[in-house]
Each structure stands twice: as C-alpha cells, then as structure tokens.
C-alpha cells in the first residue's frame, strides 16, 4: 500500500484546493459523504470507478486524521446547495 502522500494531494486550481484523491478531481470529501451514504465502501468504488480500494482506504485514513477539516467542506457544500433552493428547476445542475 503506498503512503497518504501517495494518495492525497492539494492543488488550489483542482477542487478549490481541497484535499483529492492523485490524478483525479475525486475530493476527499465526496468519498467521506458517498460511504455515509452507502454505509459500505463497495458501492462508492462502483460509483466512482476511477476509485481503487487503497484510494478509498487513504480517503478514510485521512478523514480519520483530519475530521475537522473534511466536516467543514462538508457543511459549505450543503449550504452551496441550499443556497440552490431558489434557482429555478431548469438552472439546477443534473444529480
């Protein structure tokens, strides 16, 4: 298995400097929420086929390290889709 730095990486111009998965735009923060989700790993590597099983792994390792950090990402993205609320249908993006 390689290293956390191996895994996670930052880029301010990729994801708005969130914490990602190598090579992808995949953000720590969309696999956290997606195994809340799913309360199992398998469905977000089939969601996100891009995944493989150690990313998944470091995503985890890293939220364990890091909660505060991914928990904030997490509430601004909810309240950037709350503040959706009022655009019309049409204008919301795709889920």
Avoid at 25 to 47: C, F, G, M, W, Y
Wanted: charged share 35%.
């Amino acid at each position: 298995m390689r290293s956390l730095a191996d895994h996670i990486v930052r880029d301010e111009a990729i994801c708005g400097g969130e914490p990602r998965i190598r090579g992808t735009r995949i953000a720590v923060r969309t696999i956290i929420e997606s195994i809340r989700l799913s309360q199992a790993k398998d469905p977000v590597l089939q969601a996100l086929p891009d995944l493989t099983p150690d990313d998944v792994e470091m995503a985890l390792v890293y939220y364990a390290e890091h909660p505060e950090e991914i928990d904030r990402y997490i509430r601004e993205h909810a309240v950037a889709e709350e503040d959706l609320a009022d655009v019309p249908r049409v204008l919301k993006p795709s889920r």
